[in-house]
């Protein structure tokens, strides 16, 4: 009888999801949706594997870690509250939303959700450091390109006269260069949106975002620095790169299509890491 009466008075354990736990298992669904949407839109234009990005088009290694930035991020939360049925509610709506099958929407409800995470969390707290990387990966993503889109034209000539310039430099008469176009006899380079250094900054500046959150919380001054410095680094990469390709058609193959592109791909993203790591490490966690 006294078992009973013991049983009875004890504090019940409340069942359900604790809030980092749901939001950590949606985050997961909305990484696997992405990778699945990315894997069948390459599958179904023929492009398959690509060097440049190590895993597939639309998914490079650098996207890979800002997907494991949130979920770590997420999963670091020390709040145990348990999901409550306005939680449940919010993540039904965004996984509903999240089954349309264009590849944007999933972005999209990733940015959703990074608005909702950042309301209902602390400042400086770790589900704040992953609604901000969330966002970087939809800007990075969605907003980059519409912004590209805009300034296109200009954006690529600038590209080929960096290039021109450094051609007129080191061999002074054999290139010319107009427009977004290179040229020199037998063989001309014309630049495109996916080898521009636009594109290319923006996933520098995305590594960034998640490799100083990763570290910590908090922005400091010196963090814009070395945010700058990773896409002045990539500029000066690419650069290089196309400077490479602008030479022969041999050479174009090789660092677009071969193992030069392979090459520049695991450079360039160690080279991104690094400075920002550095970045990272010069700043200690705030606590409020």
Partial sequence: MS??????????????????????????????????????????????????????????????????????????DDRKAKATAFDYSV?????????????RVTLTVAALFAAYVFWTADRLSTPRA?????????VQAIVGPLIFS????????????????????????????????IETTGHSLEVYGPCSSFHNISLAALCWITVTKL??????????????????????????RLYLMAQNFASYRYWHDETGAQIFALTA???????????ALLGNQVRE
């Fill in 3 to 76: 078992q009973i009466v013991a049983a009875a008075t004890a504090p019940k354990i409340a069942s359900g999801l604790e809030r980092r736990e749901l939001a950590v298992w949606f985050a997961v669904s909305l990484c696997a949706t992405s990778l699945l949407k990315t894997f069948a839109q390459t599958q179904g234009s023929g492009f398959g594997f690509y060097a440049d990005g190590f895993l597939i088009s639309g998914f490079t290694a650098l996207h890979a870690l800002a997907w494991f930035a949130v979920i770590r991020l997420l999963y670091l």
């Fill in 91 to 103: 993540i039904i709506a965004l996984g509903l939303l999240n089954l349309l099958p264009a590849q």
């Fill in 130 to 138: 992953a609604a901000t990387v969330l966002w970087a990966l939809f």
């Fill in 150 to 181: 805009f300034f296109r034209f200009d954006l690529l000539r600038a590209d080929a006269a960096l290039v021109g310039l450094l051609l007129d430099a080191t061999q002074m008469g054999l290139f010319h260069w107009h427009d977004n176009i």
């Fill in 215 to 240: 570290h910590r919380t908090n922005w400091i001054a010196t963090d814009f620095l070395f945010g700058a410095a990773a896409c002045a680094a990539m500029i000066i990469m690419n650069a290089t």
């Fill in 269 to 279: 993203t160690a080279v991104i890491v690094l400075i920002s790591l550095w970045g």
